[in-house]
């Protein structure tokens, strides 16, 4: 029988981590999970910070295990994320996480889900304080109800919706190794061209070639009410991750306002790079986004042809040495900005055209399994977001429904 739990503490606590100091932070050692390293139900140390082995022993009691459930406190507020590695790592303050005092009557990868479900997070948002920072103690945490069936059941409901996340991830991991595989062909093609690049400004190169570099629409030509939940998609920095288009969250407007914004239309073959916030966004436009709109914040780069490839190029301002060159000549002391000078200034190694172009092969049979592979990720995680609350409220009887196809192999 399930029942409301309105305490969590009935049978976990939240336990925030530990407030290091800013001279404790170093570029390597034992990795640290702050607040936004939690994304997505993931732990994500990418970028992370690092303390000295010296330093974690004396927060050992801050050590994060396999399986450990995390929530952001502070800032943005409710977002969840659950250790799956075997690494090291600790717990950074304004990060709770959750303590199992009832083991067997509640399943941490059960309460996992729970937290994930779209009403605890609105539930535990509401009774946060702060205005201009948002926070929330773990007391109020332990406020928010979950509904808590028998053991079995919270299992079966763990298992389904796990299913579709070993999906997703086995689809992740195929997708990054095809894009290592088109950035190690690219260090081939450099490697090869070394001797025979010639070194030119985008700018020139985007002249010979009859392309453009252009801003996207300013505040004053797209409004905010503009933006509706049908039309167009407008691309905005956003929705630039991990150099393509995320279109989870993204704005459209209407027909008319396309038709008085069409010299900001995006073809296939261009780039888009975010010119303000985290420089070094960007994505590459494929078929199916041509006649969607470079939007407020974001750079558009042309190349109908001439001595560079737009696919190249790419690859080219995904570099790190050439995301740090655009980096230092952004301008703006509060949030660092682009132009279209300071792009056109950037210099390109152009390789042959016969080296680019088997680049450019692998790079777009890559990329249509990649694109692939992304579609089946979209759709299993809507699936998976459909089903989550109708699972946790009992809508639906576990005990009837099959994991997803193909899971079971899979696990």
Same mark, same amino acid.
């Given at each position: 029988?399930?029942?409301?739990?309105?305490?969590?503490?009935?049978?976990?606590?939240?336990?925030?981590?530990?407030?290091?100091?800013?001279?404790?932070?170093?570029?390597?050692?034992?990795?640290?999970?702050?607040?936004?390293?939690?994304?997505?139900?993931?732990?994500? &140390?990418?970028?992370?910070?690092?303390?000295?082995?010296?330093?974690?022993?004396?927060?050992?009691?801050?050590?994060?295990?396999?399986?450990?459930?995390?929530?952001?406190?502070?800032?943005?507020?409710?977002?969840?994320?659950?250790?799956?590695?075997?690494?090291?790592?600790?717990?950074?303050?304004?990060?709770?996480?959750?303590?199992?005092?009832?083991?067997?009557?509640?399943?941490?990868?059960?309460?996992?889900?729970?937290?994930?479900?779209?009403?605890?997070?609105?539930?535990?948002?509401?009774?946060?304080?702060?205005?201009?920072?948002?926070?929330?103690?773990?007391? &109020?945490?332990?406020?928010?109800?979950?509904?808590?069936?028998?053991?079995?059941?919270?299992?079966? %409901?763990?298992?389904?919706?796990?299913?579709?996340?070993?999906?997703?991830?086995?689809?992740?991991?195929?997708?990054?190794?095809?894009?290592?595989?088109?950035?190690?062909?690219?260090?081939?093609?450099?490697?090869?061209?070394?001797?025979?690049?010639?070194?030119?400004?985008?700018?020139?190169?985007?002249?010979?070639?009859?392309?453009?570099?252009?801003?996207?629409?300013?505040?004053?030509?797209?409004?905010?009410?503009?933006?509706?939940?049908?039309?167009?998609?407008?691309?905005?920095?956003?929705?630039?991750?991990?150099?393509?288009?995320?279109?989870?969250?993204?704005?459209?407007?209407?027909?008319?306002?396309?038709?008085?914004?069409?010299?900001?239309?995006?073809?296939?073959?261009?780039?888009?790079?975010?010119?303000?916030?985290?420089?070094?966004?960007?994505?590459?436009?494929?078929?199916?986004?041509?006649?969607?709109?470079?939007?407020?914040?974001?750079?558009?780069?042309?190349?109908?042809?001439?001595? &560079?490839?737009?696919?190249?190029?790419?690859?080219?301002?995904?570099?790190?040495?050439?995301?740090?060159?655009?980096?230092?000549?952004?301008?703006?002391?509060?949030?660092?900005?682009?132009?279209?000078?300071?792009?056109?200034?950037?210099?390109?190694?152009?390789?042959?055209?016969?080296?680019?172009?088997?680049?450019?092969?692998?790079?777009?049979?890559?990329?249509?399994?990649?694109?692939? &592979?992304?579609?089946?990720?979209?759709?299993?995680?809507?699936?998976?977001?459909?089903?989550?609350?109708?699972?946790?409220?009992?809508? %639906?009887?576990?005990?009837?429904?099959?994991?997803?196809?193909?899971?079971?192999?899979?696990?």
């Amino acid at each position: 029988m399930s029942y409301p739990l309105r305490q969590i503490a009935q049978f976990a606590s939240v336990r925030s981590g530990y407030a290091f100091k800013s001279a404790d932070w170093q570029s390597n050692g034992v990795a640290v999970v702050k607040i936004g390293n939690i994304k997505e139900g993931s732990i994500v &140390l990418d970028g992370c910070s690092y303390v000295s082995e010296e330093t974690a022993d004396s927060a050992h009691e801050y050590r994060l295990h396999f399986g450990d459930v995390l929530i952001t406190m502070s800032g943005i507020i409710g977002e969840v994320g659950r250790v799956r590695t075997h690494q090291p790592l600790l717990l950074n303050q304004r990060v709770g996480r959750f303590v199992l005092h009832r083991p067997g009557e509640l399943s941490l990868d059960y309460l996992f889900y729970c937290l994930r479900a779209p009403s605890t997070r609105t539930n535990i948002e509401a009774v946060a304080y702060g205005a201009a920072q948002p926070n929330v103690r773990p007391t &109020l945490i332990g406020q928010t109800e979950v509904a808590v069936p028998p053991r079995r059941v919270q299992d079966r %409901i763990a298992n389904i919706l796990a299913a579709y996340d070993d999906l997703i991830e086995n689809s992740t991991k195929r997708i990054t190794l095809l894009e290592q595989q088109t950035a190690l062909m690219f260090g081939h093609v450099e490697a090869d061209a070394r001797s025979a690049a010639k070194r030119r400004d985008l700018g020139e190169i985007a002249d010979e070639a009859g392309g453009t570099i252009r801003t996207g629409p300013f505040g004053s030509q797209l409004h905010e009410s503009d933006y509706t939940t049908e039309g167009t998609p407008v691309v905005m920095p956003k929705n630039l991750r991990e150099g393509r288009i995320d279109t989870s969250d993204i704005a459209r407007i209407p027909e008319d306002i396309v038709e008085r914004l069409a010299h900001h239309e995006l073809s296939e073959g261009d780039i888009v790079y975010g010119r303000r916030g985290d420089i070094g966004r960007r994505a590459f436009i494929r078929q199916r986004q041509a006649g969607w709109l470079c939007g407020t914040g974001c750079l558009r780069i042309t190349l109908p042809g001439g001595p &560079l490839r737009s696919r190249y190029l790419h690859q080219y301002l995904g570099k790190p040495e050439i995301v740090s060159l655009i980096a230092s000549r952004a301008v703006g002391a509060t949030m660092p900005n682009l132009n279209t000078s300071i792009l056109r200034g950037i210099p390109i190694d152009v390789p042959p055209l016969r080296l680019q172009d088997e680049f450019v092969r692998i790079a777009d049979a890559n990329d249509e399994l990649v694109n692939v &592979l992304a579609a089946k990720n979209e759709n299993l995680r809507k699936q998976r977001d459909l089903l989550l609350p109708r699972l946790l409220s009992g809508e %639906i009887d576990v005990s009837r429904l099959p994991t997803p196809e193909g899971a079971a192999g899979e696990r």
